[in-house]
């Protein structure tokens, strides 16, 4: 049974910073790619950041410079790092995984349940 379960959200002030972790269980990390997204009320779920196997990481431009994905695979645990947070970056973060990088959002297999970051 796969669980992914999200920690580390928050209320911040805009300029400050976050640390999101996500520990998984019941699959090996290091085979899939793992993901950050998020979610505003009313919007649809967007892509943050994604780390693959090899440890490639790829950002959406809105959060390049800002956030860095990186994973631990001793500790089964996906992070992202966030610095210098803007109000805009307001969301739900969820992580995910699936057995290789998609860019279709739905095909993703494993959620989290989000954890909320609110920047003021």
């Known amino acids: 049974h796969v669980q992914l379960v999200e920690s580390g959200g928050g209320s911040v002030q805009a300029g400050g910073s976050l640390r999101l972790s996500c520990a998984a269980s019941g699959y090996t990390s290091r085979s899939y790619c793992r993901a950050w997204f998020r979610q505003v009320p009313g919007k649809e779920r967007e892509v943050v950041a994604r780390i693959n196997s090899d440890g490639t990481a790829l950002y959406a431009d809105s959060v390049k410079g800002q956030f860095t994905i990186s994973q631990d695979n001793a500790k089964n645990t996906l992070y992202l790092q966030m610095n210098s947070l803007k109000s805009e970056d307001t969301a739900m973060y969820y992580c995910?995984?699936?057995?290789?990088?998609?860019?279709?959002?739905?095909?993703?297999?494993?959620w989290g349940q989000g954890t909320q970051v609110t920047v003021s």
């Open positions: 995910a995984a699936h057995p290789y990088c998609s860019h279709i959002i739905d095909r993703w297999t494993y």
